[in-house]
């Protein structure tokens, strides 16, 4: 490509620019907190990039290819010579700004290094993104240093003893079903252990970085975009370890559960269009009743968030009862199976109550698929309708059963406003017609 040296060029000092802008602003930040080690900014950062630029460039011409090694080497010990120059109690005893300048060094040799990329585009792109990334760390670095603060050794055990189940187990777990229906799957199952997991997990770190109550309510939305039920289950555990926020962990339950509602919608949506305007009536208006219900829950959380701002949560995960929530899962499937073999295609209604125990995504797609197949829509809709009843039904059960009946009584005044709503708003879709 013409002037493809020179675009070359220009990226590696744009990577430069990015790094080094962070840098002068993080030098400028730090002034008034002591010396540091302030080794280059907005000049030196984009020369670093160009010096290595140039190496990769004049690697052919070098016996060896070893001119980014020896520009490398230069670095490296001008920074250490910047570095023993100054007295000892100014010098950082931190290595980022170092560490930063090196990865500028090598993104510069990248930029310019022949037959590493396929074509500008895909070079351009890779290093301006490995710039952009290196700022960011560098730039979050209170932030990280604040989150590592609060880590203990027994949460690092949790996420290690998660990821051997996520990275360990599951890729060796088969995925075939085993006894009556097939309805033991190791692989399934292992998934559902993964997923409590990781839901409580997320839950717990934005506890740590928000605070305990705001943490548990962005932890229900983001598992309600996969499942509802092991928020639940999450959840109702957590109020076992610390009862002072179960108005929180009531909170995200719903939370949860509110987008289960939206994400039923959206995925019967996708399958079969049509069904779009029935369902949506039924089940945004308890999306709204829901939300408009948890509003006294709200201003209770929030007094949590004040009461309990001190208190040491918990790492949530615990490798047996997530297994036993595996196992309750397998049993669940193999009832269901039982219960659609026993009905037939006229017990969709019950296959739907029982599929919906557990889980509400597979009936809402099989179902909206039926009807894109003929199916009727007033019996799609009341199919996928009767799953989300049945679903939220078992999680005010889960929540008042394993986590109290304060947590109960919570949840069950929001699931119970909506269940009404729903059916009130059903049963005149099936009277109107």
């Not at 050794?153 to 189940?165: C, G, K, M, R």
């Not at 109702?236 to 559960?257: D, N």
């Not at 049993?331 to 026993?342: E, G, N, P």
């Not at 009905?343 to 739907?352: Q, S």
Request: aromatic share 6%; with cysteine; hydrophobic share 55%.
């Amino acid at each position: 490509m013409k002037h493809e040296m020179e675009l070359s060029l220009a990226v590696a000092l744009l990577a430069g620019v990015l790094i080094g802008l962070e840098r002068q602003t993080a030098i400028a930040r730090d002034v008034a907190s002591g010396p540091g080690l302030d080794i280059g900014g907005v000049r030196t950062f984009p020369l670093i990039a160009l010096g290595g630029a140039l190496c990769g460039t004049l690697a052919g011409a070098a016996p060896g290819g070893l001119m980014p090694a020896v520009g490398l080497a230069a670095l490296v010990a001008l920074i250490g010579a910047h570095h023993l120059g100054k007295p000892a109690p100014e010098r950082d005893p931190g290595i980022s700004t170092e560490t930063a300048a090196v990865v500028t060094f090598l993104l510069g040799v990248t930029a310019t290094a022949p037959g590493l990329f396929p074509d500008l585009t895909s070079k351009t792109t890779t290093v301006i993104a490995v710039a952009v990334v290196v700022a960011v760390i560098l730039s979050l670095k209170t932030q990280l240093h604040q989150m590592t603060a609060r880590i203990q050794s027994v949460d690092l055990l949790a996420a290690l003893q998660l990821l051997v189940v996520a990275v360990v187990f599951l890729p060796l777990a088969p995925d075939r079903g085993y006894g009556p229906y097939a309805a033991f799957n190791p692989a399934q199952m292992g998934q559902m252990v993964v997923l409590v997991g990781v839901i409580g997990f997320v839950g717990f770190v934005a506890s740590r970085v928000w605070g305990a109550g705001r943490g548990m309510l962005v932890g229900g939305f983001i598992g309600g975009l996969v499942s509802s039920t092991a928020v639940t289950f999450s959840m109702a555990r957590r109020v076992k370890e610390t009862p002072g926020l179960t108005a929180s962990c009531a909170l995200s339950i719903v939370a949860a559960s509110t987008v289960m509602l939206a994400r039923v919608v959206v995925a019967a949506g996708v399958i079969y269009a049509p069904l779009l305007p029935r369902l949506s009536i039924t089940l945004l208006t308890m999306l709204v009743a829901s939300a408009l219900a948890s509003l006294p829950l709200w201003r209770q959380a929030r007094a949590e968030v004040h009461a309990v701002a001190d208190v040491d949560v918990k790492n949530p995960f615990e490798l047996k009862s997530a297994l036993l929530f595996g196992l309750a899962f397998a049993a669940v499937i193999l009832v269901s199976q039982f219960a659609r073999d026993t009905f037939g295609d006229t017990g969709l209604y019950v296959a739907a109550a029982l599929a919906g125990i557990t889980d509400v995504d597979a009936i809402t797609l099989s179902t909206s698929a039926l009807a894109r197949d003929g199916l009727g829509l007033h019996l799609a809709t009341g199919v996928i309708v009767t799953a989300c009843f049945a679903n939220t039904v078992v999680k005010g059960g889960i929540a008042w059963v394993s986590g109290g009946p304060a947590l109960g009584k919570m949840v069950a005044r929001v699931f119970g406003t909506s269940i009404v709503t729903g059916v009130v708003v059903l049963l005149l879709q099936l009277a109107v017609g």
